[in-house]
């Protein structure tokens, strides 16, 4: 029987037991709150206080240079990307042929065309900014740097930013296919400036910031506005140069006197100011072309890699969903057979074990089995801290009363919401695999506490009226009262909740209507 197999999974041994201790935990950690807050935060605060009098001035953060890449580093990495096409290929088995080949195919092209744009000797900078800082008065000083003789050409691209305070399109092209940004002010730093400098110099690209008509300053305050935005850039995570250029000085007016003491005014524009930032672009292309051109390339391998594990990660979400699907329905009939009912739900949560095991293979981050029972005990505790076991009996005590079909008695309450807890950890599992994945950080220590912000997220998506309806729909056809025929390994039918607690559980159940999964 497919129940009994179920029944077999070791983590799944044991449930009740895990929930009460839970249970009780539950109820001291409550206790202990309500006496010991107050007097916490006072201490806390104190502390806090008595720290910021005893530390010493904080000493300015050393700026790191960006690190140079070199060529064999990026062929190296270009190659390893094959590893990760094989194992999307596999992955990919279950599409169709013509789906599987065209995003392969695809993919490959990218790869490919990467190791000759290695050899470009075009250095592409871009001249990034907001309206009016000045973008296109200064590309001619920009355009005549290299003499006639040099190997390297100079590709200059306008990149206009708007006022929003996020611009990721901008930002990408300013990553992946610029080898160097100027970047226009002209004042201070704003906090979507400082945003987009963060992004850029997190990521490795190379930055100058050119303080942009100075001439609208008198000769110290433009020192001093240049000194502050020094100050700040020594925080940013690579050195970021600023210089104060003047690419379209205003006209003057200057008065001169003639021999018999007549006054004469007369507009006269001084001469523009851009040596500081030509004299930084023409050492990158005397010296450091190849290596900015690796960088931008090597950015690119990062963001090839990216899309890969996204397809990866779609592929197996695929795999994974039956299985949450499965257990969501075992946890119902766990919780509807369940002798004790104070404790039908935290039972439920306990499958999360399973859950976790069974999740952690589907995407190739697999657990040792005492990591799988610790992970799914603390999500269970973040479950009942966050009260959401009360918020799905509470919404599912509405659901079924005003739907149709309410036949189903007794238990159907808790069945229902150890169904929506089961469904709700397993796509907060997921995501979070998914997000590990992406970050290239799938063998680092498993955070509960991400998984239970990961659930959050989710929490108001599940909630919605359209969302709960489908789910009672789907799960009183398998919660009906009739009694449920007998199955073989791999067949599927309606579980027999009048029965006792080895219910037959349906291996593939039926996925919420498209649109509806959380």
């Known amino acids: 029987m ?3 197999r179920l029944l077999e999974r070791p983590i799944l041994v044991g449930g009740l037991g895990l929930a009460a201790t839970l249970s009780l935990l539950g109820g001291l950690s409550d206790l202990l709150a309500d006496s010991m807050t107050i007097a916490g935060l006072i201490a806390a605060g104190a502390g806090v206080w008595w720290w910021r009098q005893q530390s010493p001035s904080a000493k300015p953060v050393a700026v790191k240079p960006v690190a140079l890449v070199e060529r064999e580093q990026v062929e190296a990495a270009i190659a390893t990307l094959k590893t990760d096409l094989a194992a999307l290929q596999e992955e990919l088995e279950s599409l169709a042929t013509d789906t599987r080949e065209s995003i392969i195919t695809r993919l490959e092209h990218r790869r490919q065309a990467l190791l000759p744009e290695l050899d470009r000797t075009a250095l592409k900078v871009a001249i990034a900014g907001y309206p009016r800082t000045g973008k296109s008065s200064l590309q001619p000083f920009l355009t005549d740097l290299l003499p006639p003789e040099s190997d390297h050409s100079l590709a200059l691209a306008e990149v206009l930013l708007t006022a929003e305070t996020a611009h990721p399109e901008a930002m990408a092209e300013l990553l992946q296919q610029q080898d160097a940004v100027v970047y226009l002010v002209t004042e201070d730093l704003t906090e979507s400036v400082w945003a987009d400098l963060k992004i850029l110099t997190h990521a490795g690209q190379r930055v100058i910031l050119g303080l942009n008509k100075q001439d609208n300053y008198l000769p110290e305050e433009c020192s001093a506005v240049l000194e502050q935005i020094q100050d700040r850039l020594r925080s940013l995570p690579y ?43 023409n050492h990158w292309l005397e010296q450091e072309v190849a290596h900015l051109v690796a960088q931008t390339v090597m950015r690119q391998v990062h963001q090839l890699r990216r899309d890969i594990q996204t397809e990866l990660n779609q592929a197996r979400h695929r795999q994974a969903l039956p ?12 919780a509807f057979a369940s002798p004790v009912p104070s404790l039908d739900l935290l039972a439920a949560i306990a499958i999360n074990g399973q859950l976790v095991m069974d999740l952690s293979k589907a995407y190739q981050q697999p657990l040792a089995l005492d990591q799988a029972k610790t992970i799914a005990a603390e999500l269970a505790a973040v479950v009942v801290k966050l009260g959401i076991v009360e918020v799905s009996t509470q919404l599912f005590t509405t659901t079924l009363k005003s739907h149709a079909a309410t036949f189903v008695v007794g238990g159907s309450v808790q069945a229902f919401s150890a169904a929506y807890l089961t469904r709700l950890s397993g796509e907060s599992l997921m995501a979070y695999f998914e997000e590990r994945a992406l970050s290239g950080q799938a063998t680092s220590a498993v955070s ?28 009183l056809q398998k919660l009906s009262p009739k009694a449920a025929p007998a199955l073989t390994p791999g067949e599927t039918g309606p579980l027999n909740l009048s029965a006792t607690a080895t219910t037959t559980v349906p291996v593939q159940a039926e996925p919420v209507s498209s649109g509806e999964r959380l």
């Open 448 to 475: 509960v506490e991400a998984i239970g912000q990961k659930l959050q997220a989710l929490m108001p998506s599940t909630q919605r009226t359209e969302f709960l309806q489908t789910l009672v729909s789907q799960g």
């Open 239 to 281: 050195e970021v140069c600023a210089v104060a250029i003047a690419a379209a000085p205003r006209p003057i007016k200057v008065r001169t006197y003639d021999e018999s003491g007549q006054a004469s005014d007369r507009l006269e524009t001084p001469k523009p100011t851009v040596e500081p930032l030509t004299t930084a672009i």
């Open 2 to 4: 497919v129940g009994k």
């Open 323 to 334: 299985i949450v699907e499965q257990l969501q329905w075992a946890a119902a009939a766990t």
